[in-house]
């Protein structure tokens, strides 16, 4: 018994790919969302991923990842240097 393969417009496809790469999702996730399989859905990242459109895509969610991952950063630098302030008070207290 052969499995019926389902064919998919291109149109589709590209908006997969920009889906992983936007949502930085992985190809496995995807595919099961879409319950397509994911060697199928491989092809279609290594086909797409080039186009202008689509490399666009990768090079934002990149740039707002990285950003993130700075706010982020900046967050725990701006809590450590409170606790050490705190820290400071606390220590220059007990020497007077």
């Not at 052969?2 to 999702?25: G, H, N, P, S």
């Not at 969610?61 to 050490?84: A, P, W, Y």
Request: charged fraction near 45%; hydrophobic fraction near 30%.
């Amino acid at each position: 018994m052969t499995k019926k393969q389902r064919r998919y417009e291109e149109d589709f496809k590209r908006q997969t790919v920009r889906y992983i790469l936007e949502e930085a999702k992985s190809v496995a996730q995807v595919a099961r969302e879409l319950k397509i399989n994911e060697n199928t859905l491989h092809g279609w990242v290594k086909k797409y991923k080039q186009e202008p459109e689509i490399s666009e895509t990768q090079t934002f969610r990149t740039e707002d990842h990285e950003v993130r991952e700075l706010k982020k950063r900046i967050r725990d630098l701006e809590e450590e240097n409170s606790i050490l302030k705190k820290a400071m008070h606390f220590f220059a207290k007990d020497h007077r």
